[in-house]
């Protein structure tokens, strides 16, 4: 079961890093160099998608595999949809570095940090699901 | 598992995955309430269209106008078929190269206006608000026009990516040269004589 707590405060904590990123300027340490820049990122047009910040996006992903990983620890239903939840984080993960790496031409390391958590929240939940 | 603890963990569990379910609705409400940005709007008259490149026409606009006081009830009509040289500039208060190249502005502003060059500044609205906005300008005395995009129209018309952004405009309204970053005053200043020479 510590598997599966583990999984829901990394997701968690990457949702409390999007609700940041969606509300406020990125941070000055985030500011490295013309490549490593927070604020080319936030500040293009790809910021936002379907007239929402793309941060927003997260917050609702993040938020949502919280509780699917507490739930899906006993209940088959839940456990589905949490498979089709990692892959559509994986996927929004992909596109979103394809966008940052290949249409824009920098990498905002808190984003990059939020698609990590993305990652260990659907390592852990396997993990534990393995397990059980 | 006996039985009695496997019930109080799924319930422990429910009541857990509330917990972020909570803090979604309420994120969800805060964001109705008060936008990151000034509007979310997508844009109507320019998303349809491609942006602007270098060697194409620079594309007219009208914005509202903003000064160190706020959002001034008169807007601006660019266009910049005027016949003069145009260094246009796209930033964010909250950019921190924007506020490093603001003296660098005023030094060209200071030696080109007088030249025939026209300095228009495009602050956008992500993220920000036109109090913060009319801050930077009152802190960084910009002295000439500067324009609030709040929805971002017309970053996304010149295909502007990041802060700062500039667009140095020919007298018979072509982009000349589109520089993204910070740039040297030696830079922004050599680019400009050329077009004055032209």
Request: proline share 5%; aromatic share 14%; net charge positive.
């Amino acid at each position: 079961m510590k598997l599966f707590y583990a999984a829901a405060a990394a997701s968690t904590a990457g949702m409390v890093l999007s609700i940041y990123l969606t509300l406020l300027p990125p941070p000055q340490f985030c500011e490295i160099s013309s490549f490593l820049s927070c604020e080319t990122v936030l500040s293009s047009p790809y910021a936002y998608f379907l007239g929402l910040p793309t941060a927003a996006y997260g917050v609702v992903w993040f938020a949502v595999a919280s509780s699917g990983v507490l739930l899906a620890a006993d209940r088959k239903a839940v456990a589905k949809f949490m498979t089709i939840w990692s892959f559509f984080g994986v996927a929004a993960v992909a596109v979103l570095v394809y966008v940052e790496f290949f249409l824009i031409g920098s990498l905002c390391i808190l984003c990059t940090v939020a698609h990590v958590l993305v990652f260990a929240v659907i390592a852990f939940y396997f993990y534990a699901k393995s397990r059980t | 598992m006996p039985k009695k603890k496997q019930k109080t963990t799924r319930s422990l569990n429910l009541y857990l995955a509330l917990i972020p379910a909570a803090m979604l609705v309420a994120f969800i409400i805060y964001l109705v309430v008060t936008p990151p940005a000034a509007n979310l709007g997508t844009t109507q008259n320019t998303s349809i269209q491609p942006p602007a490149r270098t060697g194409e026409s620079a594309k007219p606009f009208t914005l509202n106008l903003i000064d160190g006081n706020g959002l001034k009830n008169e807007k601006l009509s660019f266009n910049p078929t005027a016949g003069e040289v145009v260094l246009l500039d796209f930033v964010h208060e909250w950019c921190r190269f924007c506020r490093e190249m603001a003296p660098i502005m005023e030094k060209l502003h200071d030696e080109y206006s007088g030249k025939g060059v026209i300095f228009v500044t495009v602050a956008g609205g992500y993220n920000t608000n036109p109090a913060k906005t009319a801050e930077f300008i009152r802190n960084y005395g910009l002295s000439w026009p500067v324009v609030y995009d709040s929805n971002l129209d017309v970053f996304k018309a010149y295909g502007v990516q990041g802060t700062p952004t500039y667009f140095l405009i020919t007298k018979d309204g072509k982009i000349a040269t589109k520089l993204e970053g910070a740039q040297t005053y030696q830079t922004l200043a050599q680019q400009l004589e050329i077009l004055l020479q032209q």
